[in-house]
């Protein structure tokens, strides 16, 4: 950490001793979201997102669903992306990661969710992100997009050096993003190349962003996206301007970050 870097004070985050803690918070937030129907009233839109960091959030929305506090019933919901060319029952894919944890174990319509596909031909991948675009626009736009960070500071499959403005489309996974998933996978060579995922410019024009980050490995990437250069080549940078952006932490993530007043301890 370069001692001359510090944290915008208009950046809002907050900092929880676990994750576990942060998971709970960020249920919270989208609890609330969903209860509060959205700015459409007609039902909140939900940008959701796979990996490891929200599992225990989905856990958590899950056990208040069963516990019959929350529905889902209301809900628009997109995913950010989805690995290309792979398919929906490949355990591996997010839409498969989406049923296990969240779709299939609460009320939520799955007409009323879309993830791109990950079985859409090649020549069709212009139109079928263009139908994503134009189905998030047509809900009224989302409410709330939950973020991860990869360790490279891509967030969806936005790799560094990836536009601002970008939309949905067809990405190339770099070699960091594809090693991370090999394990999954079982072996480098069985992840794809490709994806198709939300640009920074769909993820911005959400009226609130929660990004999300947990445990120490995340450390040194969130303060480089928080208090270093805002640039492509650490995509997260980018939406630090963004009105709605609430970073929310675990202790140790937030290790390597300078200290402010300011920062919401819970
Ligand atoms: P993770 O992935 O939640 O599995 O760490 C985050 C990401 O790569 O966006």
Known sequence: MNPTDSIDASLRITVCDSAAEAQVLVADRIAATIVSGGVTGHGAVLGLATGRTPEGVYAELVRRHERRELSFGEVWAFNLDEYW??????????????????????????????????????????????????????????????????????????????????????????????????????????????????????????????LVALGSHKAGIVARALTGPVTPEVPASLLRGHPGLEVVLDRAAAAELPARAGVIER
């Open 85 to 210: 060319p792979l398919p929906p029952e490949h355990p591996c894919s997010f839409a498969a990661a989406m049923r296990r944890d969240l779709i299939d174990r609460v009320d939520l319509d799955p007409a009323h969710w879309w993830i791109p596909d990950g079985t859409c031909p090649e020549e069709r991948l212009v139109e079928h992100a263009a139908e994503f675009e134009a189905r998030v626009v047509s809900t009224g736009g989302l409410d709330l997009q939950l973020l991860g960070i990869g360790r490279n500071g891509h967030v969806a499959f936005n790799e560094p050096g990836s536009p601002e403005d970008g939309r949905t489309r067809r990405v190339e996974l770099q070699a960091a993003t594809r090693e991370d998933a090999a394990a999954a996978f079982g072996g480098l060579d069985a992840v794809p190349r490709s994806a198709i995922s939300m640009g920074l410019g769909t993820i911005a024009s959400a009226r609130r962003l929660l």
